[in-house]
């Protein structure tokens, strides 16, 4: 594949974390997501649909993929039937929900990009068959706690990161903390409308300690 080098591209992200921690390592880094670049960034950051940008066409050195994880989440399994109850028999939309979800997860593995890594929660079994039915290796994805990869006190945190990566080496610990003053502001986020957002949200100092693991490989 002919790839233009140090070109990326970072899926579903707004907050502008990841594309500015490659950026700053030398990368012309681009961000995709339904809304705007919270940072403000126009020239750098698309706003619509990320489908939509991959279709046409480019390919970028690096891919990273945030797609929503609501419906091949392992914490909302319960949901997949009616009630959350398995005797009430399944919830139908939600079922179709699941099989877009994966739909747009297979669309993300596929980018066109030597080096992709796929950021989601933990799933749920139906969730990795789909997956497995459209060819995506889910069964080799690894997990990685957000505090081990924190180098700042306000982003330690307890909130685990599912990683499925292709042209990658695995992430690894960067050793500032050790887990046990992690704090749960992710499971105790507020609700309201931004909840999801804010608990998806990758933390400025983890965006830095990845892109100083995966700029140079």
């Given at each position: 594949m002919l790839v233009d080098p140090n070109i990326g591209l970072v899926g579903c992200e707004c907050?502008?974390?990841?594309?500015?921690?490659f950026t700053a390592r030398g990368f012309r880094m681009y961000s995709c997501d339904l809304d705007p670049a919270e940072d403000g960034e126009t020239l750098m950051h698309h706003t619509g649909d990320l489908l939509h940008?991959?279709?046409?066409?480019?390919?970028?050195?690096?891919?990273?993929?945030?797609p929503e994880c609501r419906?091949?989440?392992?914490?909302?399994?319960?949901w997949l039937y009616k009630d959350g109850r398995k005797e009430n028999g399944k919830d139908q939309d939600r079922w179709d929900n699941m099989e877009r979800a994966a739909d747009f997860y297979a669309a993300c593995w596929a980018v066109n990009a030597d080096r992709v890594a796929i950021e989601n929660s933990e799933m749920?079994?139906?969730?990795?068959?789909?997956?497995?039915?459209r060819g995506v290796p889910i069964d080799d994805a690894y997990m990685i706690q957000t505090?081990?990869?924190?180098?700042?006190?306000?982003?330690?945190?307890?909130?685990?990161?599912?990683?499925?990566?292709?042209?990658?080496?695995?992430?690894?610990?960067?050793?500032?903390?050790?887990?046990?003053?992690?704090?749960?502001e992710c499971h105790h986020e507020?609700?309201?409308?931004?909840?999801?957002?804010?608990?998806?949200?990758t933390r400025p100092s983890v965006a830095a300690s990845i892109a100083a693991q995966w700029a140079q490989q």
């Open positions: 907050s502008g974390a990841m594309r500015q921690a940008y991959l279709a046409r066409g480019q390919s970028f050195d690096i891919a990273i993929m945030h419906y091949l989440a392992h914490s909302g399994v319960r749920h079994p139906y969730a990795k068959e789909a997956l497995r039915q505090w081990e990869l924190a180098t700042d006190e306000a982003d330690n945190v307890q909130k685990k990161l599912h990683w499925l990566t292709r042209g990658l080496p695995k992430l690894q610990p960067v050793g500032v903390f050790d887990g046990s003053t992690a704090r749960p507020s609700p309201g409308p931004n909840r999801s957002k804010n608990r998806a949200r």
